[in-house]
């Protein structure tokens, strides 16, 4: 288990990090990664995922709550022996966590990874750790032999 928390204070860590970086350097301009298609920008995202449901921060962090209380019940309670169930739900807490300091914090998330080749909207690195774990996660159930 201790592996398991130590990857989560990473991935905390180079959230916290990246997002530093985003409110001291790329606040002043956008910073171009791969013309036309990767930029870092700015943003001060009020909602939830595409900005939807904008400044209702109590809703979020008290959802976020939920899900980490209900995901730590589960890892402490059924002790889960698939290592890649462990490690998608560490991803998608971590990222959760990494999100919910900044709506305590500042009133918003901030966000910086702009995908424009495809006109995303913009992320961070919690972000991508959500996703990537909710990825694993389901093919974790759906490929796992344990029932």
Known sequence: MLIYILISLGILALDIYTKYLAKTVFILKDTELIPDVLYFTYVENRG???GIM???Q???IAVTLLIILAMLFYIIKYKPQNKLIKLS???IMS???GNL???IRLGYVVDFIDVRIINYPVFNV???FVVIGAILLCG???FSKEQ
Request: hydrophobic share 60%.
């Open 126 to 128: 919690a972000d991508c």
């Open 95 to 97: 990222g959760g966590i």
């Open 58 to 60: 109590w809703f979020f």
């Open 101 to 103: 300091i900044d709506r």
């Open 54 to 56: 904008q400044n209702r």
């Open 140 to 142: 974790a159930i759906l």
């Open 48 to 50: 939830a995922a595409f």
């Open 89 to 91: 739900l560490f991803f």
